[in-house]
């Protein structure tokens, strides 16, 4: 079974990226907890995060910690939230949330929100995460041609 994420990553269903590399990519979440909350996805599919080799979880992490730091410099927040469940969808992936209390990090609060809000959210974050180094990861365009 394919799931959603696969659809994504290959351009048959639309997403908004803000980060890719041979790895994984980040894109939004259409139903955000916050304004900035992304979702960093390993392009292998694994089921759990429990699943994936070590190698792969660690950069998993490593590209959270590159979200989260440009996160912080984008929306009103005062920590960054990671949060691995996995109900979703049965495709291993990381939520990086900005996040103003613990409260903020209740995955059943999230709501759906309009192109144009996912649009400006995306790309104040890529804007942050070139301005920081990585443009080289910032795809070219915020819609989801095929990245494969």
């Not at 996805?41 to 080799?53: I, K």
């Not at 992490?61 to 469940?85: D, F, N, P, S, W």
């Not at 209390?101 to 759906?112: G, W």
């Amino acid at each position: 079974m394919t799931t959603i994420f696969e659809k994504i990553i290959a351009g048959e269903w639309p997403g908004k990226f803000v980060y890719a590399d041979d790895l994984c990519v980040v894109f939004a979440t259409k139903a955000p907890i916050r304004p900035g909350h992304v979702l960093v996805v390993p392009r292998e599919v694994h089921d759990a995060w429990t699943d994936m080799p070590e190698d792969l979880a660690a950069h998993l992490m490593k590209v959270g910690h590159r979200i989260g730091k440009a996160q912080l410099g984008v929306y009103e927040c005062t920590r960054i939230g990671l949060e691995i469940a996995g109900f979703e969808v049965p495709h291993a992936h990381l939520h990086v949330i900005p996040l103003r209390d613990e409260n903020d990090l209740v995955l059943a609060e999230a709501t759906e929100v309009s192109e144009r809000v996912l649009e400006s959210t995306m790309q104040a974050l890529r804007s942050a995460l070139e301005e920081q180094g990585h443009e080289a990861n910032v795809p070219l365009t915020i819609d989801s041609p095929a990245l494969s």
